[in-house]
């Protein structure tokens, strides 16, 4: 789904979340390990972050290119830091350099400007990004004081996962049909998802016949619908516990 915030806003995003996951990983050193990406060290999660970024300014571009060279690259780099930064760097270049009309192409469906949809997804990716080392730094998932997540951003950040991500062949699935509530208790904003056998649905709104109801502020729900929190609450049949395996088996 296309998204409500300015182009604008999703720049300024990409970049304080550039900016805070480069100084979180310094302050933690490349080599301590991820809780939030179990398996991986501060290295690990830098050089793929990069990857990312210099993957999308590829995309903005129109050129075919190899992301796992990019990893590769960054794995070995001697000055981590410096070859994020520069990743991070070309990305918001470009980004501002390609027309809102560009002829872009973006990997989810219906997201209008292929321009503004890479802004979007960049601005998030590197934001929980960012959430990721800072757990590092922490030694554990932080919460969302800590994390200091904008309730706007966060609003937006729940909305491409829920409506773009979610509602994919490869999206969670589960024994038998469940309409869920998803409302956040500071933006007001609120979604609807239809799990079931089949491939997921969602949209916005509060369902009638909800049977499961998640609720937690913009950010409380933002971290905990990508696995970086535990502060959702949920009443009603229980499937938060489906969501994060199918989160984890699809999509982390």
């Known amino acids: 789904m296309p998204t409500t915030m300015a182009f604008e806003d999703h720049l300024d995003g990409l970049a304080r979340a550039s900016a805070r996951l480069r100084t979180e990983a310094e302050e933690a050193g490349v080599d301590l390990p991820v809780p939030t990406c179990p398996g991986w060290t501060v290295r690990d999660l830098l050089a793929h972050q990069g990857m990312v970024h210099r993957w999308a300014d590829s995309k903005l571009r129109g050129e075919r290119v190899d992301p796992r060279e990019f990893e590769r690259e960054g794995a070995a780099s001697d000055d981590l830091l410096g070859w994020f930064d520069a990743g991070a760097e070309q990305l918001a270049t ?44 922490l030694g554990a998932a932080p919460d969302t004081t800590v994390a200091d997540l904008d309730a706007a951003l966060a609003t937006d950040g729940i909305d491409e996962l829920l409506c773009g991500f979610l509602p994919r062949p490869d999206g969670l699935t589960v024994d038998r049909p469940h309409v869920v509530a998803i409302q956040a208790t500071d933006s007001g904003a609120a979604w ?32 905990g619908l990508w ?19 199918g989160m984890q088996v699809n999509w982390d």
């Open 94 to 137: 470009t980004l501002r350099a390609t027309p809102a009309d560009a002829n872009v192409r973006f990997f989810l469906p219906d997201s209008g400007s292929g321009r503004d949809a890479w802004a979007r997804r960049q601005c998030h990716e590197t934001t929980i990004h960012a959430v990721d080392a800072l757990s590092a730094r």
């Open 227 to 245: 696995n970086r929190g535990d502060a959702v609450r949920e009443t009603g049949t229980p499937l938060l516990e489906a969501w994060r395996t």
């Open 192 to 223: 609807q998802v239809h799990l079931g056998p089949h491939e997921p649905v969602a949209g916005p709104g509060l369902p009638a016949d909800a049977e499961t109801t998640w609720t937690g502020s913009a950010a409380d729900l933002y971290l």
